[in-house]
T-cell receptor, first 116, second 113 residues
C-alpha cells in the first residue's frame, strides 16, 4: 500500500538553528499538509499546499516556517530559527483529487523534533 | 470556532468487550468526519471517513456513526482485541473552503488480554 515517508524520524537541534523536515507524499496525490503534535496535546494543522502554493495556513505557521516542493516528489517544512516550543512531532500528510479521495488524508510516521 | 471533544480520555477493557468511543463537536457545519488510530510514536492511520450526508460507515469490527444535528459521532468497536490498544482520534473538515482537519484530543484505549 502506498505510504507517506518522512525523514528524519528524530532530530535534535539547538535553539536558533534552522531545521528542514522532509516528506515524500504518495505519488499521485495533489494536496500536501503539515501537522504537528506537541507531547500530550492535540494534533494541530500547520499548512496545506496545492498546485505549488500554500492554500491554507494556521496562525501557528508564522514567518519562521516555510514549505517547499522543490523537485516534484519531496515536500519540505523549514523552521528558520527554532525555539524551545517548536519541540513536537511533525506529521506530513497527502490526499488525492477533488471528491471523496481528497478528504482521506494519508499520514506519515512523523518526525520528532527536539529543540534544546 | 470549532471545538472537538472526545470522551473518555482513557479506557481500559478486557478482551472481547464491545465498546463505544465518543466525539462531539460544536459547529455542525462539517463536510466530513474521520476516525484515526495512533500507535505510540507512530503516525495516524485513517480508519473510517463519514461524509456529512452519511449516518454511518462500517469496516470490519468498526462502525462509526454521525449525527450532525446533535454534534456527535461514535466509534463502535466490536469484540475488542489487545491489538486494538491505541489512541483513537476523531477529526473533521469544516468551514467553507478550508482543508484543515480539526482534531480531538483522543481516547487512549487499552484492551487487556
Amino acid at each position: 500500500e502506498p505510504e507517506v515517508t518522512q525523514t528524519p524520524s528524530h532530530q535534535v537541534t539547538q535553539m536558533g538553528q534552522e531545521v528542514i523536515l522532509r516528506c515524500v507524499p504518495i505519488s499521485n496525490h495533489l494536496y500536501f499538509y503539515w501537522y504537528r503534535q506537541i507531547l500530550g496535546q492535540k494534533v494541530e494543522f500547520l499548512v496545506s499546499f496545492y498546485n505549488n502554493e500554500i492554500s491554507e495556513k494556521s496562525e501557528i505557521f508564522d514567518d519562521q516556517f516555510s514549505v517547499e516542493r522543490p523537485d516534484g516528489s519531496n515536500f519540505t517544512l523549514k523552521i528558520r530559527s527554532t525555539k524551545l516550543e517548536d519541540s513536537a512531532m511533525y506529521f506530513c500528510a497527502s490526499s488525492g483529487r477533488l471528491g471523496s479521495g481528497a478528504n482521506v488524508l494519508t499520514f506519515g510516521a512523523g518526525s520528532r523534533l527536539t529543540v534544546l | 470556532k470549532q471545538e472537538v471533544t472526545q470522551i473518555p480520555a482513557a479506557l481500559s477493557v478486557p478482551e472481547g468487550e464491545n465498546l463505544v468511543l465518543n466525539c462531539s463537536f460544536t459547529d455542525s457545519a462539517i463536510y466530513n468526519l474521520q476516525w484515526f488510530r495512533q500507535d505510540p510514536g507512530k503516525g495516524l492511520t485513517s480508519l473510517l471517513l463519514i461524509q456529512s450526508s452519511q449516518r454511518e460507515q462500517t469496516s470490519g469490527r468498526l462502525n462509526a456513526s454521525l449525527d450532525r444535528s446533535s454534534g456527535r459521532s461514535t466509534l463502535y468497536i466490536a469484540a475488542s482485541q489487545p491489538g486494538d490498544s491505541a489512541t483513537y482520534l476523531c477529526a473533521l473538515h469544516w468551514g467553507t473552503g478550508r482543508r484543515a482537519l480539526t482534531f480531538g484530543s483522543g481516547t487512549r484505549l487499552q484492551v487487556q488480554p
